[in-house]
């Protein structure tokens, strides 16, 4: 039970935001899908494990997609943004994801 206790903090820092985007949105309304920017070093259990502990929904399956950081230009300075890891997130039948806490 210790184990879960420890855990259960490591999952709360595994989902650090939903992504919003127009193919996110697409993604949501076909294949019952919720897309979420997750750790770098995240793991599928992990992830599934969060999203039920912290949305309080079924999952049926996750899969994992590393995003490149795109090289950008500052002035005659080239800089490069972070790596970051994407999970989609496929919901059991039935279920819904809200992100607004009120409801």
Avoid: H
Avoid at 10 to 26: D, F, G, W, Y
Avoid at 28 to 51: G, H, L, R, S, Y
């Amino acid at each position: 039970m210790n184990a879960v206790k420890m855990n259960e903090e490591r999952l709360m820092q595994v989902i650090l935001a939903p992504v919003i985007s127009e193919k996110s949105t697409r993604v949501a309304d076909q294949n019952e899908q919720v897309v979420f920017q997750v750790a770098p070093d995240a793991t599928k259990p992990e992830i599934k494990a969060a999203v039920e502990l912290l949305f309080k929904v079924e999952v049926k399956d996750v899969k994992v997609a590393n995003v490149k950081g795109k090289v950008k230009r500052f002035g005659r300075f080239f800089g490069r943004r972070d790596n970051w890891k994407k999970a989609y997130v496929c919901l059991k039948p039935g279920q819904e994801l809200n992100f607004v806490a009120g409801e």
